[in-house]
């Protein structure tokens, strides 16, 4: 690859809704040298509003960030494709070329946040979601690199 250009980087989830959403703002705000970053779901599901909350309590702004669907990048030639969800990993479809996929799943916010009673509980889960994101992306794209 030329090294004066940005690794392509699709993050895959379900419904491009919630963590598919905050790696895309993460890999923008952190990596925004090195990485092209791109996020999509195999399903839309809409923007997450909490998720929008907490990236912003970071300064990371995705409130123009819209639900896309894979469809929509079909045009795209990605360099690694990062599925963020089992759903995604195990529904994955076939990318060409040396397309690398590879799996970093992560808790579904939403998920857990069904299982808190006080908002900021719920909001609780969704920012530790988050900052395990931020960790993942503040390996790129050396991890992508690495792996076979």
Known sequence: ??????????????????????????????????????????????????????????????????????????????DCVVTVCGRANETCPVFPGETKVIHAGFDDPPALAGQCE??????NCYRRVRDEIRKFIETLPQSIESKP
């Open 1 to 78: 690859m030329n090294q004066t250009a940005k690794l392509k980087v699709l993050f895959l989830c379900t419904g491009n809704s919630c963590r598919s959403q905050m790696a895309e703002g993460w890999a923008r705000s952190l990596k925004g040298d090195c990485i092209e970053p791109y996020s999509a779901g195999i399903e839309i599901h809409g923007m997450n509003p909490n998720v929008v909350a907490v990236m912003a309590e970071v300064g990371v702004d995705i409130s123009s960030h819209y639900s896309k669907h894979l469809d929509e990048l079909s045009d795209v030639r990605f």
């Open 118 to 123: 006080s908002d900021e509980d719920k909001l």
